[in-house]
Structures are given as structure tokens and as C-alpha cells.
């Protein structure tokens, strides 16, 4: 399995360093966003395959906001959703939890262009038939 992002292009998506959030926590983070972007759009994705830099922005964005989460002092656990967090202890907590709103919603978005093809097809129709009868 590839990954999809790593721990060094999270933090630099958030301007962070590595004694803002270790390696260890963001290579949590990234395994989870990884396997559920993979069961989403049923897929494992790989370096050749069209959709992996979408993949990529996507689980970078959501690893981001999860950061961005961690070295704010708030749970990044899978029991929130992003709009039911409030927060005021600064200014600075503040901006970081805009910040990490807007990644994650971006990568909301991003996420329904991995949405699986369905394998229904459509119903023919029989309301007109070319066949002739004889």
C-alpha cells in the first residue's frame, strides 16, 4: 500500500515543525484518513492511478486539520464533526480552527470525485421497440 501523503508534506501544508506535532501522531492521523478515503471510494490507490493526487490533496487536507486540531489542544478524535467545535481560548486557536474548517471542507469536496462509479445500469426502455412483427 502506498501512502497517500506523509507526515512532512502535512506540516507543511500547515506551516508547522516537527516539535509542533510529531511524526508518530501524524502517521496516525494519515492512517485513518488513508483507510477511510480507501473505503469511500473503494479503492487503493497508486502512484498511476489518475485519481491518487486527488487522494493525496484530500488526505493531506484532512491530516492538516487534524494537526492543526492537535496543536490547538482539541480532540481530534472521530466523535466531532468539524461545525459542532467552538472554541475560545485565543485568537491564535481561533485562526487554527478557521484554518482547519476550510481544509476540511475542501477536502469534502474533493472527496465526492472519488465516489465510486455505480455498477447499475439503466433499465432499457420498452415503450418503443424498432422490432417489426410480423
Known amino acids: 500500500m502506498v501512502a497517500l501523503t506523509t507526515a512532512s508534506r502535512v506540516r ?8 509542533d506535532i510529531s511524526d508518530v501522531v501524524l502517521a496516525e ?5 488513508q483507510g477511510n478515503i480507501e473505503t469511500y471510494a473503494k479503492n487503493t490507490f497508486t502512484a498511476a492511478d489518475p485519481q491518487f493526487n486527488t487522494a493525496r490533496s484530500i488526505c493531506t487536507d484532512r491530516c492538516a486539520a487534524k ?10 478524535g472521530i466523535v466531532y464533526t468539524i461545525d459542532e467545535l467552538k472554541i475560545d481560548k485565543s ?3 481561533t485562526n487554527k480552527l478557521s484554518m482547519a474548517r476550510d481544509m476540511w471542507d475542501r477536502a469534502e469536496e474533493q472527496l465526492l470525485l472519488l465516489k465510486p462509479a455505480s455498477s447499475l445500469r439503466p433499465k432499457a426502455s420498452t ?4 422490432k417489426v412483427i410480423w
Request: no cysteine; glycine share 4%.
Open 12 to 19: 507543511n501544508r500547515i506551516n508547522a515543525s516537527i516539535s
Open 29 to 33: 492521523f494519515i492512517d485513518d484518513e
Open 67 to 76: 494537526a492543526l486540531l492537535h496543536i490547538a489542544g482539541i480532540s481530534a
Open 91 to 93: 485568537d491564535l486557536a
Open 127 to 130: 415503450a418503443y421497440s424498432n
